[in-house]
């Protein structure tokens, strides 16, 4: 680069800078500060209401307590199993929306996104309703003759991972469908010109082209999850107890722990970084590598 | 040998008829190639011969082996794409070594032919390499070298130059040209450039509307075409329509219209014996067509016409004209040599001499309707005429 462009760069910085201000305003006011917060409140100690102002290690040493330890590997359990299942129906779903007709396409597509115009809550409450004892599904199957008794679906475990698929089911699908809407399809052709058959001209070349989709979808899928809170308080049971129910009862029923339900959050958001971190170093090696710069 | 052969092969999409009823013989070994103008149905007879296209009607052989329900993957045909279609996520090696994997090859097996493959295309020091990386032309290279590398007993190319600058497209045909005298294996190459089919063709199918229209040697096709529409697609030239009105041994007279009641009296050879009376339509190549500003001699075999200069265009290795003649315009190429040359260059309006030799124009049985490239006005093709327009609108 020679001094003209340098200088042109320069000025594009400092322009930049003055862009990104009130967004960088905003995630300290509203994202940093708060997490300060939470990270100080963790060192200190509770009390029955509020805290005291006296420094305390107590909090992290229950969080290695094995109760807390549990809800924290269920919510990870719930969170996995619920990005495999979102993965294994949305795969199939979103490369269909992208190779039908430009029409459909948009249809299905406004079909995906038609649940997000209905609140959460209401959303979950019609699932309650669905699912519950006299519900309309075991109404149906009842009359149906496929069941004599009514089957038990609310306040168990399933009931939790149906609805958490059903909420997060379009986070998985909308990225995985932008980025199999972009493969060229001709390129399945090309494999299977050169010999492929079907299944492994999928295998050799869009499942490797669809990564990008795979790896986002994931992403926006686990990482909600993990702090699921809504969905298993309101269709789960009181036997898996998920870490994100915890925090909120540590947070508002009496006796209150504060500084424990910060050291909860902490500790969950450092494992979802190292997670990300793991994920992204991973996924830069594979596109680092596709750029030629590992050969 | 496995020489192709396509019987009575039709495709329809819908109601619309794409390729319509093709015969044809390839030699094994032979460069043929379809030439026609864009929405021809070149694409979808190609993609019959790979196995992405079932035929409706009709069979293809390659040597005894009827293939036509053959899935892509089980054909020893491999196509380039136009678009090349190598697979982003893999580098060149790995493309070419692509049809080799899925085969299982040894490691070993792999690296020497696909090194060897990538050195007949001269890409060998760019292996590691992503297609991102490469220019349109060595995009083009690693799709050979990864079509060939399984040596299919067909390669199939989609106007796999269309997409190269024009020096660029001359150097990769003479170099398709090498390619397939080393390998031996036919090509099959598809095209709506008549000068690429013409250059780098054993014989050329050419289509319009799905169906073949003629085929044969290029230089056969440019001087004996059999329809108003290879005569006009195939090079250039000026289509005169007329009616026969003396047949001798060698020659016939032809009367052309070229005004309310002024008449051409025209002589030709033929190569078929039409009666007293019969329509028919002459073309005559503009290069064949000799112009000058005084009456040459007058001699048996030679036409004259005398007409006025409309249009001169230089083109570089020859000058264009547009001379008038009643209400036809005659399209003529004069290249620039002293001795053709009047002492002072020709000029616009001015009142000049055509003439040709007997048999320098070929007659063809067919007459110039709307439909047909020259039109019924008899208007002879020029770039800026209707009968182009309608031509070109479908070339790329
Ligand atoms: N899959 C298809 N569905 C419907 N029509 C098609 C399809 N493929 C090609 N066609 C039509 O068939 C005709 C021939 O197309 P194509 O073989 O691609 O022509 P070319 O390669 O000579 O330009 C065109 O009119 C095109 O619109
Ligand atoms: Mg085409």
Redesign the interface.
């Known amino acids: 680069m020679n001094d003209l462009e340098l200088k042109a760069a320069a000025r594009r910085n400092r322009n930049s800078w003055i862009l990104t201000a009130p967004a960088l305003l905003w995630l300290t006011v509203f994202f940093l500060i708060p997490y300060l917060i939470v990270v100080v409140y963790s060192f200190l100690t509770p009390d029955i209401y509020e805290v005291k102002f006296r420094l305390s290690l107590t909090s992290y040493l229950d969080v290695v307590s094995s109760a807390y330890l549990r809800s924290l590997f269920l919510a990870f359990k719930l969170a996995f199993q619920t990005t495999a299942i979102c993965l294994l129906i949305g795969y199939p779903v979103a490369y269909f929306i992208a190779r039908s007709s430009e029409k459909i396409k948009n249809t299905l597509l406004i079909l995906i996104i038609i649940p997000f115009w209905t609140n959460l809550i209401i959303r979950i409450f019609s699932w309650r309703i669905f699912l519950s004892y006299n519900g309309v599904l075991n109404d149906t199957l009842m009359r149906i003759g496929l069941i004599s008794s009514p089957l038990e679906i609310m306040r168990t475990d399933l009931a939790v991972i149906l609805v958490m698929v059903y909420v997060y089911l379009p986070y998985m699908i909308l990225p995985l469908y932008s980025v199999l809407e972009k493969i060229d399809f001709t390129l399945l052709q090309a494999a299977m010109d050169l010999g492929a058959n079907e299944a492994k001209a999928y295998f050799k070349v869009t499942l490797p082209l669809s990564a990008e989709g795979i790896f986002a979808g994931s992403i926006l899928v686990f990482i909600p999850a993990l702090g699921a809170y809504l969905i298993p308080q309101l269709v789960g049971n009181q036997q898996s107890l998920y870490i994100g129910q915890i925090i909120t009862y540590k947070i508002k029923n009496i006796p209150r722990n504060w500084p424990l339900a910060s050291a909860l959050s902490l500790v969950l958001l450092f494992l979802v970084a190292l997670l990300l971190v793991l994920m992204f170093t991973a996924y830069k090696r594979r596109k680092d590598k596709l750029k030629g710069l590992v050969a | 040998m496995s020489d192709i052969r396509l019987e009575n092969l039709s495709k329809d999409f819908g109601s619309f008829r794409a390729v319509e009823n093709v015969n044809l013989e390839i030699k094994s070994g032979e460069l043929f190639s379809f030439l026609g103008p864009s929405g021809c149905g070149k694409t979808t007879l190609l993609r019959m011969l790979?196995?992405?296209e079932i035929p409706n009607t009709g069979k293809i052989q390659i040597g005894n082996k009827d293939i036509t329900q053959l899935?892509?993957?089980r054909r020893q045909?491999?196509?380039i794409?136009q678009?090349y279609?190598l697979?982003?996520?893999m580098?060149v090696f790995d493309n070419v070594a692509?049809?080799l994997k899925?085969?299982k090859q040894p490691a070993s097996t792999i690296k020497s032919s696909v090194l060897e493959m990538l050195s007949l295309v001269k890409m060998e020091d760019q292996h590691?390499?992503?297609p991102?990386?490469l220019s349109g032309g060595q995009k083009q290279r690693v799709a050979i070298a990864?079509?060939l590398i399984?040596k299919p007993e067909v390669l199939l190319l989609d106007e796999p130059l269309a997409a190269l600058d024009l020096k660029l497209r001359q150097h990769m045909l003479i170099e398709l040209m090498n390619i397939h005298d080393l390998v031996g294996i036919t090509f099959i190459y598809v095209t709506h450039d008549q000068g690429e089919a013409m250059s780098i063709s054993d014989r050329v199918a050419v289509m319009n509307q799905g169906k073949i229209i003629q085929s044969g040697p290029p230089d056969d096709i440019y001087e004996r075409p059999s329809s108003i529409f290879s005569a006009y697609f195939i090079g250039e030239t000026n289509l005169i329509s007329g009616t026969v009105s003396q047949v001798h041994d060698d020659y016939i007279e032809l009367k052309c219209q070229i005004d309310k009641d002024e008449f051409l009296e025209l002589d030709s050879t033929m190569h078929f014996t039409p009666l007293p009376g019969k329509e028919l339509t002459m073309s005559l190549r503009p290069e064949k067509i000799a112009i000058s500003r005084s009456k040459p001699r007058t001699q048996d075999d030679i036409n004259f016409v005398r007409g006025t200069i409309e249009d001169i265009l230089y083109l570089g290795t020859h000058t264009q004209y547009i001379v008038r003649v009643g209400k036809l315009r005659i399209r003529v190429f004069s290249q620039h040599k002293r001795v053709y040359f009047d002492e002072k260059a020709l000029d616009w309006e001015e009142p000049v001499w055509l003439f040709w030799h007997d048999s320098d124009t070929w007659l063809i049985d067919e007459v110039a309707s709307d439909t047909s490239p020259s039109g019924s006005d008899l208007e002879i093709a020029s770039p800026y005429s209707r009968a182009v327009k309608k031509l070109g609108n479908q070339r790329i």
Do not use: E, L, M
Request: a positive charge.
């Open positions: 790979a196995g992405f899935p892509a993957y045909v491999n196509t794409f678009n279609s697979f982003p996520h580098s692509f049809p899925i085969r590691a390499k992503y991102d990386q990864r079509a399984n």
